[in-house]
């Protein structure tokens, strides 16, 4: 049975100074292969928080990224994903002829990020990288792998940086695993 999203007690599996450290290395790998002007596009909410220590851990290494948002959504309020990956917000400005960054908190099932690089190539993105701080490759159920992975991490549920358990623990300054 699933646990009580008010009463679960994560436990840390990250803190907040490797979160930090690792993200400044990810800034690292990305800068040598992405344009200076490239487009971040942020999946929300999930992505929000690392999106925007992504954004100033490339400023550091001399990127000058455009930023957009896009909502997307492929869980209900459960620990199990839907299957389907819906986009509840508009579309990013414009991509159109642009080197795009996607970035998105959780790489599970791949359903999410394999469908919105898509959907990001049919408006006109022109080259596009992904990127997911968590990746749990167990899980795969789709082709595809984010170009840039922060931690892989075994089949556990996570909360906190931005990640939610049924809209709780986003704002966790660390990540923590719910059992
Ligand atoms: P995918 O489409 O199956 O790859 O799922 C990716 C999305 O599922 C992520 O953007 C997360 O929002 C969500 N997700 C996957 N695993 C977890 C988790 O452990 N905690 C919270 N959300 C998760
Ligand atoms: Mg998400």
């Not at 999203?5 to 907040?16: I, N």
């Not at 993105?125 to 992975?149: G, H, I, Q, T």
Request: glycine residues 10%; contains cysteine; charged residues 25%.
């Amino acid at each position: 049975m699933a646990p009580d999203p008010d009463t679960v007690v994560p436990e840390v599996l990250f803190d907040a100074g490797e979160i930090a450290g690792r993200v400044g290395r990810l800034a690292t790998e990305i800068a040598a292969v992405v344009p200076v002007d490239v487009t971040v596009v942020g999946l929300l909410k999930g992505a929000f928080v690392f999106t925007a220590d992504l954004v100033r851990a490339l400023d550091g290494q001399r990127i000058r990224p455009r930023l957009e948002f896009l909502q997307v959504s492929s869980y209900g309020a459960g620990t199990e994903s839907s299957g389907r990956v819906q986009v509840i917000g508009g579309l990013p400005g414009s991509v159109q002829g642009r080197d795009v960054l996607l970035v998105d908190d959780i790489q599970d099932s791949g359903r999410t990020l394999a469908f919105t690089a898509e959907m990001l190539k049919d408006h006109g993105a022109r080259r596009l990288w992904s990127c997911a701080l968590l990746d749990k490759p167990s899980r795969r159920k789709v082709a595809f792998e984010a170009d840039f992975v922060g931690f892989s991490i075994p089949d556990v549920f996570v909360v906190g940086y931005g990640i939610d358990y049924a809209e709780r623990w986003r704002h966790l300054p660390w990540i923590g695993k719910v059992t």
